[in-house]
């Protein structure tokens, strides 16, 4: 089992740049396959990005591919969302999971949640 915690979210104006984390404890990190997505008031959890086990492979949704970065680091237990170029539609509490299984796009296959981080972007 994993423990999930994000930070780093805030209000940020448009065109400007966050970074979240997402900090593991438990089990070994480098066995789950991790994902960030992102929930706007009324509307579904929707897919931002994955990175596999090892941190070489990513996978981005196509409304922030280009400004947005995923990372992580196996040896301190964390994983990054490097956020750039943000938009007012990009506003919505962001949320990282981890999965055993590989990366995946939808939120069914991962198994741990963290609790979520609010990023807001006025414009």
């Known amino acids: 089992q994993v423990q999930l915690v994000e930070s780093g979210g805030g209000l940020v104006q448009a065109g400007g740049s966050l970074r979240l984390s997402c900090a593991a404890s438990?089990?070994?990190?480098?066995?789950?396959?991790m994902g960030w997505f992102r929930q706007a008031p009324g509307k579904e959890r929707e897919f931002v990005g994955a990175?596999?086990?090892?941190?070489?492979?990513?996978f981005y949704a196509d409304s922030v591919k280009g400004r947005f970065s995923i990372s992580r680091d196996n040896a301190r237990n964390t994983m990054y969302l490097q956020m750039s170029r943000l938009k007012p539609e990009d506003t919505a509490v962001y949320y990282c999971?981890?999965?055993?299984?590989?990366?995946?796009?939808?939120?069914?296959?991962?198994?741990?949640w963290g609790q979520g981080t609010q990023v807001t972007v006025s414009s």
């Open positions: 438990g089990r070994t990190f480098s066995s789950y396959a």
């Open positions: 999971a981890a999965t055993t299984t590989y990366v995946a796009t939808l939120p069914r296959p991962y198994d741990y």
């Open positions: 990175i596999n086990r090892r941190g070489d492979s990513t």
